[in-house]
C-alpha cells in the first residue's frame, strides 16, 4: 500500500491581494459526487470523480480546495491510472494534484477521497440546528463550494452534476436534482439517495440538504414545486408555494423559455446568513424569507416573502441559465433580479404598489452611489474578499434602476426580446455586460448600448440642471456628490435618457424623451405648464430645478405629479438640502404640503426623513420643538386613518397607520400614542394573535422606549420561548429600543449570547448603533466586548456592523472609528469602512450648514398645536 502525500506550499510573500484564478489547464465536464454527513463528530466524508478536458500536457492539474483534508487523488487518462500527490497552497485555496507521469491532453478523470468539517460559519456545507436537531446545508456562492469538494470554483467553469447523499436512516435529502432512487444502506442505519443529473452549472449553485425536512406542494406549466422546512414550520411554506405558482407562469410567458430545470423546490434553513439563495432547482431561504404563520404575518411579511420568491425565481433564468463569465458582472445576475421581480407581484397583487417600491428603492441607491466611496456597476475583483464586496446595493439596486431606465427608454416588448434572444444565444452558458447590452440594441435599434456602458462602466450618477425660458429647456450636468467639497469636480459626462412630462392632475402624462450626450444642451420644451423633468420617475439621475419651476413643482406636489415623481421630487430636493444647494427649510416646507396625501409608499419616504433629521440635526435645545413640528404634521393623518371606513379594509392604509403610528410615538413622543403602544404591547405578549399585527410591530418599539425592567424581562423571556423566526424579530426590535442605560447593557449582551441565533446577532447589535438612543452605548460595548462581538461573524456579516459605525453625526469620532477598525480588522469591509467615514463627515458637515436654518424653522412652525393622535 502506498502512502498518499499532501504538503503545503511555503510562500515567502503574502498572496492575500494577488489574482487568485485558476490556470487555463483543465476544464470540467462532470462531477459524479457522494457525501456521507456525520452529525456525530460534525464532519463528512466525500468521494468524487470529475470527468476532465485536459487542454494541454501536464503533470498537474489545479482546481479549488479549502479546509478540505485529501485522503486520496487518482488521475485516469487514455486507460492509464497514476497515483498523484495533492499540493495545498491555503492562501489561493487552491490544490494541485501531481501525477508522476505527464496527463496527456484530451479526456481525463480525476478521482479524489476526502473530508470536510460541517463549519458553524454558514458557508460551504455547514451545520444549522434547532432545539430538536441539527441538519446538514449548503452556501456556495460566491466562493464556497470549495470548502464541500474540491471543484473549479469559479463561474465560467460550468459542468453537469450528478449528486449522491448517504444519510442517516430516518432523514430525508434534496439537491439540484430530481431524487432518482432512495435505497437501504450501507449498513443497517443508512440510506443512499441519487438525484438526476443536472444541466451544466457554475459550482455556487449546487445545493445538498440533509435533516428531516418535509414539505407542501403544488405545480406549475408542469413543473412540480415544493416549500420544504422543519417539521414544526411546513405548513408556514404554502403561501410560498401559491407565489412561486403563479411567478413561474409568468416568467415562462415572458422570457419564453420555459423554466430549465426539472423541478422546483424551496427550502427554508434555520440558521442561514442571506436572504436567499439561487441554486438551481434547490432555493434556500432565511425562515423569514419564504415561512407565514397567517396568524401574525402582515402584509409586509406577504409582501417580503413574495418579493425574495420572484428575485430567486428570476435568477433560475438570469444567473442560472445564463451565467455571468465573471463576478465582475456580478450585476447581470443580481441586478436583472432586482429589476425582474417587481413585474409579476405588479400583475399579481397590485394592491402592493410595487412600482412606486421601484421608485423609492432607486432613490435610495441614489443616496448610496452619491459618495465618492462608491464604485462603478462592473468592477474588478479577484479575491474571494474582493468578491464578497461586490454583493452591494451597487449590483442589486443600481443595476436595477438603470434596468428599468432603460426599459422605458426603447419599449417594454423592444426591451422584453433582447432579453429573450440573449438567454436563447447564452443558455447553459456564460455572458458579459456587452453580450446583454449589445442583445438590447439589436433588438430596439436604439442605443442602449451607450446608455448602458456610460452608466456600468463609471463610478456615480449624473445631477441635471434643468431651467426653461420662453418655451427652451436648458440642461447641463455634473456628478453628484454628497460631499459639497467635490461638487463640480469631476469630467464624467452621461448618456441620459431625459423625459418630460406635464404636471397634472397626479397622473404621469404622455412623456416626451431625449438623449443626453453633452455636458450641456438645449431642447424645445414640449410641455406648456409645470415642467416635471424625469416623467414617470424612471430616470437615473437627480435633478436640480431653477427657482421658478421649484416653486411651482412643489404648489403641484400632492395633486399635479403622479405618486412616483412625487417620491422622486421628495428624494431629489432633500438630496440637494443635504449638500447645501437647498436650505432645509425648503425641504420641510415641501412635505409640508402633503395635506391629503394617503400614499404609503410616499409616506414612508417623508418618515424616513424625519426620523434622519430628528437624530442628526436636532439639538436638545430644539428637541421638543421638532416633536411638536411631528405631532402637527402626522396627528391629522393618523386620526383620518383610524376613523376612516376604508381604512379598516384597505391593507395600505391600515399599514400606512402602522407606520405613522410608530413615527408619532419614537419621534413625535405622543402620550396618546404611548399609551396605546403599551396597552397594545401587553395584550401581544399575553397573545400575539390577539391584536393586528401590523400595529403590533410598531407597538413594540415604542412601548420598549419607555419600559422598565420587568417588560424587558418579560419580552427576552418571549425571546427564548419561542422559535418563530418572524416573532423573535419583533421581540429583537423591541429589545433594541430600550433607553436605560442598565438594559441596554443587558440587551446587548444577548447579541453575543446564543439567546440570538448566528444569523441574526451581527444585524441585531449593528442596530444598537443605528438608534441614536442606544449608539453611544453601543459602540462601547463593541469596543469593550470586541473579541464576543467578532466570533458572532459571518462570511459577510461582519461589514455590516462596520458601516454601522458611519451612524455617528460628529467629525470628532471619524478618528476614533477609524483607528479602532485599522487595529481590529474584519474581512471584507474596506469599502464598508470607507463609506462609513464618508457618512460621518458628511453628516457632520450637513449640521453645521443647516443647523441655525431648522433652528429658525421650527421656531416658527412648531407653535401651532394639533388635534391629539385620535381625535378629530
Not at 25 to 48: C, I, K, R, V, W
Not at 271 to 292: S, V
Not at 570 to 581: M, S
Amino acid at each position: 500500500m502506498k502512502k498518499f502525500f499532501v504538503f503545503t506550499f511555503a510562500l515567502m510573500f503574502s498572496l492575500a491581494t494577488q489574482a487568485q484564478r485558476l490556470p487555463l489547464g483543465a476544464m470540467p465536464e462532470h462531477y459524479q459526487l457522494t457525501f456521507t454527513p456525520n452529525f456525530s463528530d460534525n464532519t463528512f466524508d466525500g468521494d468524487e470523480t470529475i470527468d476532465l478536458r485536459i487542454l494541454k500536457p501536464s503533470t498537474t492539474i489545479v482546481l479549488n480546495a479549502a479546509e478540505i483534508d485529501f485522503k486520496s487523488a487518482t488521475v485516469e487518462s487514455r486507460g492509464t491510472k497514476q497515483e498523484a500527490k495533492v499540493a495545498l497552497d491555503p492562501d489561493r485555496e487552491q490544490a494541485s494534484v501531481i501525477a508522476p507521469r505527464t496527463i496527456a491532453a484530451g479526456p481525463a478523470k480525476l478521482h479524489i477521497i476526502f473530508k470536510g468539517q460541517l463549519n458553524d460559519k454558514l458557508r460551504g456545507f455547514y451545520l444549522s440546528q434547532t432545539p430538536k436537531r441539527k441538519y446538514a446545508v449548503t452556501q456556495f456562492e460566491p466562493t464556497d463550494a470549495r470548502r464541500a469538494f474540491p471543484c473549479f470554483d469559479e463561474p465560467d467553469k460550468k459542468a453537469t452534476f450528478s449528486i449522491t447523499l448517504v444519510v442517516d436512516k430516518g432523514d430525508t435529502a434534496i439537491s439540484n436534482g430530481k431524487l432518482e432512487s432512495d435505497t437501504p444502506g450501507p449498513g443497517e442505519n443508512k440510506h443512499t439517495l441519487k438525484f438526476a443529473e443536472t444541466p451544466k452549472l457554475s459550482t455556487y449553485l449546487v445545493a445538498m440538504l440533509v435533516g428531516d425536512f418535509q414539505c407542501v406542494s403544488g405545480a406549475s406549466d408542469g413543473i412540480p414545486i415544493r416549500a420544504c422546512a422543519t417539521p414544526d414550520k411546513v405548513e408556514q411554506g404554502k403561501f410560498a408555494v401559491t407565489a412561486a405558482e403563479y411567478i413561474m407562469h409568468y416568467y415562462d410567458e415572458y422570457f419564453g423559455i420555459k423554466y430549465p430545470f426539472a423541478k422546483l423546490d424551496l427550502i427554508a434553513i434555520p440558521d442561514f446568513e442571506a436572504g436567499a439563495m439561487e441554486n438551481a432547482g434547490a432555493i434556500t431561504y432565511r425562515e423569514t424569507a419564504m415561512l407565514l404563520d397567517p396568524k401574525i404575518a402582515t402584509v409586509d411579511n406577504y409582501q417580503n416573502v413574495a418579493g425574495v420568491v420572484a428575485h430567486e425565481m428570476a435568477h433560475q433564468w438570469f444567473g442560472d441559465l445564463v451565467t455571468m463569465k465573471w463576478w465582475d458582472n456580478l450585476w447581470l445576475n443580481e441586478g436583472f433580479a432586482t429589476w425582474m421581480s417587481s413585474k409579476p407581484l405588479e400583475e399579481w397583487k397590485p394592491e402592493w404598489h410595487v412600482k412606486l417600491d421601484e421608485v423609492a428603492g432607486t432613490s435610495q441607491t441614489l443616496t448610496l452611489d452619491a459618495m465618492k466611496t462608491t464604485r462603478p456597476i462592473r468592477a474588478k475583483a479577484e479575491t474571494p474578499a474582493e468578491i464578497n464586496q461586490l454583493f452591494d446595493g451597487i449590483a442589486y439596486g443600481k443595476a436595477a434602476s438603470v434596468l428599468r431606465m432603460v426599459e422605458y427608454f426603447v419599449g417594454p416588448e423592444l426591451f422584453r426580446k433582447g432579453i429573450q434572444n440573449y438567454l436563447h444565444a447564452h443558455s447553459y452558458g456564460n455572458a458579459t455586460a456587452e453580450d446583454f447590452w449589445n442583445a438590447i440594441t439589436q433588438s430596439s435599434r436604439k442605443p442602449a448600448d451607450k446608455i448602458m456602458s456610460s452608466f456600468v462602466v463609471q463610478p456615480g450618477e449624473p445631477l441635471l440642471h434643468v431651467s426653461e425660458d420662453n418655451g427652451q429647456l436648458t440642461v447641463s450636468q455634473e456628478r453628484f456628490f454628497s460631499d459639497r467639497s467635490l461638487l463640480g469636480t469631476a469630467q464624467q459626462v452621461w448618456t441620459v435618457p431625459f423625459c418630460v412630462g406635464l404636471a397634472q392632475s397626479g397622473t404621469a402624462a404622455n412623456p416626451s424623451c431625449f438623449l443626453m450626450t453633452q455636458r450641456a444642451q438645449e431642447f424645445k420644451n414640449p410641455v406648456t405648464g409645470t415642467t416635471f423633468a424625469n416623467a414617470g420617475a424612471h430616470g437615473y439621475y437627480r435633478t436640480e430645478y431653477d427657482d421658478p419651476m421649484r416653486q411651482q413643482l412643489t404648489k403641484d406636489l400632492e395633486h399635479g405629479l403622479a405618486p412616483g415623481e412625487r417620491i422622486s421630487l421628495i428624494g431629489d430636493e432633500w438630496a440637494l438640502a443635504q449638500v447645501g444647494k437647498l436650505s432645509v427649510s425648503n425641504f420641510l416646507d415641501l412635505i409640508a404640503e402633503l395635506k391629503t396625501e394617503r400614499s404609503r409608499t410616499i409616506w414612508r419616504e417623508v418618515l424616513d426623513r424625519l426620523e434622519y433629521v430628528n437624530d442628526k440635526l436636532v439639538n436638545d435645545q430644539d428637541r421638543e420643538n421638532f416633536r411638536q413640528f411631528v405631532r402637527n404634521l402626522l396627528n391629522p393623518v393618523y386620526a383620518d386613518l383610524s376613523q376612516s371606513a376604508s381604512a379598516s379594509n384597505d391593507p395600505e392604509q391600515k399599514a400606512l397607520r402602522a407606520d405613522v403610528f410608530g413615527t408619532l410615538g419614537l419621534i413625535g413622543r405622543e402620550p396618546k400614542v404611548l399609551a396605546e403602544a403599551k396597552q397594545v404591547t401587553e395584550k401581544f405578549l399575553q397573545d400575539p394573535t390577539s391584536v393586528d399585527s401590523l400595529l403590533a410591530r410598531e407597538a413594540l418599539p415604542v412601548a420598549a422606549s419607555a419600559g422598565d425592567e420587568a417588560l424587558f424581562n418579560q419580552i427576552v423571556a418571549k425571546l427564548k420561548g419561542t422559535t418563530d423566526q418572524t416573532l423573535r424579530d419583533r421581540y429583537m426590535a423591541a429589545l433594541e429600543h430600550f433607553e436605560k442605560p442598565d438594559l441596554v447593557q443587558k440587551a446587548l449582551e444577548l447579541g453575543v449570547s446564543d439567546v440570538i441565533r448566528n444569523q441574526d446577532s451581527t444585524a441585531y447589535i449593528s442596530r444598537f448603533l443605528q438608534n441614536p438612543a442606544t449608539r453611544n452605548e453601543a459602540w462601547k460595548f463593541i469596543q469593550t466586548h470586541w473579541k464576543q462581538v467578532e466570533g458572532t461573524f459571518t462570511t459577510s456579516s461582519g461589514s455590516r456592523l462596520v458601516a454601522s459605525a458611519g451612524e455617528f453625526c460628529d467629525a470628532s469620532t471619524v478618528e476614533n472609528v477609524k483607528t479602532f477598525f485599522s487595529v481590529h480588522t474584519v474581512p471584507a469591509s474596506d469599502r464598508a469602512l470607507h463609506q462609513a467615514l464618508e457618512r460621518i463627515n458628511s453628516c457632520a458637515d450637513l449640521r453645521r450648514l443647516q443647523e441655525s436654518n431648522l433652528q429658525s424653522w421650527l421656531a416658527d412652525h412648531s407653535g401651532m398645536q394639533s388635534s391629539a393622535a385620535g381625535d378629530k
